[in-house]
């Protein structure tokens, strides 16, 4: 090959660099490793973009229900606070602590309310060892009572949350 038509190369594969936009030439993120029962590992940190990375990793139908929650919650709770901890996203308000986490399992996503013993009518989900937390499993296909996980929300937002 001449220098002629390797300088045109290197002119052409310039002249296309240039024109692509920036978030092409940024290289992609890793993808995101599933821990147990597909549960998203995403790094410790405050604020919406590690929860809405933790809810773009969760798998199949469960991200459906990720996106649920997350529009339920901040329709219901406007001022809330959200962060990633424990490769689970929680949400709470500022300076009253974590007053609900969710977790992804193999058959099902699970809401934790971690004041579940004082919301009306009682979530379902609690064992002895539980303590205060109840909780509330989520499985491919049943039905979403939004009223009933609204109402939980509401309440739960305004009682003194997990504090870490």
């Known amino acids: 090959m001449t ?4 300088q045109t190369k290197a002119q052409r594969t310039s002249r296309i660099s240039e024109a692509s936009p920036p978030a092409a030439k940024a290289a992609k993120a890793p993808p995101v490793k599933l821990l147990s029962g597909g549960n998203p590992q995403i ?9 809405q990375a933790y809810i773009a990793a969760m798998p199949g139908w469960k991200r459906d229900i990720g996106h649920w ?3 339920m919650i901040v329709r219901n709770v406007p001022s809330v606070r959200k962060a990633v901890k424990w ?3 929680l949400y709470g308000i500022e300076g009253q602590g974590w007053f609900l986490g969710v ?5 099902y996503v699970r809401v934790t309310f ?6 009306r009518p009682l979530p379902p989900g609690g064992t002895e060892r539980s303590r ?4 509330v499993d989520i499985r491919e296909g049943a039905p979403l009572d939004e009223a009933q996980m609204a109402m939980w929300v509401k309440q739960a937002a305004t009682l003194p949350g997990f504090l870490s």
């Open 3 to 6: 220098d002629d038509k390797k």
């Open 43 to 51: 790094a410790k940190a405050d604020g919406d973009a590690p929860v």
């Open 69 to 71: 929650l997350d529009s």
């Open 87 to 89: 490769n689970s996203p």
């Open 103 to 107: 977790h992804v399992f193999t058959h």
């Open 114 to 119: 971690f004041c579940g013993r004082s919301l």
């Open 132 to 135: 205060d937390a109840r909780w």
